[in-house]
Nanobody
Framework: VQLQASGGGMVQAGGSLRLSCQAS????????MGWFRQAPGKEREFVAVITWSGVGTNYAGSVKGRFTISRDNAKNTLYLQMNSLKPEDTAVYYC??????????????????WGQGTLVTVSS
């Protein structure tokens, strides 16, 4: 199984970025998928999750209204559209596939597969 995250970079506060996560080696459409992030010196935290069908989503309070998670099961790809970025959004962002049967989970321990991460830096 491989989850390849991309799309990170440096952006000014108020700007936007779109992260992608290309999945291979698993039946992508059967997994709920999530985005997590880890800022320097901090623990990993939940950002967003989407059910296998794409119908259900959930967000951390800190990103709700600014970030949108989506997926294209035909392309085996997960997305995270990030708008109105803030310096506190600076982190390495990871995509992850949840344990089959788990939905809308926010606990990283319920995820089986992780991508390598992509760095997002937001300058003030």
């Amino acid at each position: 199984v491989q989850l390849q995250a991309s799309g990170g970079g440096m952006v000014q506060a108020g700007g936007s970025l779109r992260l992608s996560c290309q999945a291979s080696g698993l039946t992508f459409g059967s997994y709920s998928m999530g985005w997590f992030r880890q800022a320097p010196g901090k623990e990993r935290e939940f950002v967003a999750v989407i059910t296998w069908s794409g119908v259900g989503t959930n967000y951390a309070g800190s990103v709700k209204g600014r970030f949108t998670i989506s997926r294209d099961n035909a392309k085996n790809t997960l997305y995270l559209q990030m708008n109105s970025l803030k310096p506190e959004d600076t982190a390495v962002y990871y995509c992850a596939a949840a344990t089959p049967g788990w939905h809308m989970v926010v606990d990283g321990r319920s995820y089986d597969y992780w991508g390598q991460g992509t760095l997002v830096t937001v300058s003030s």
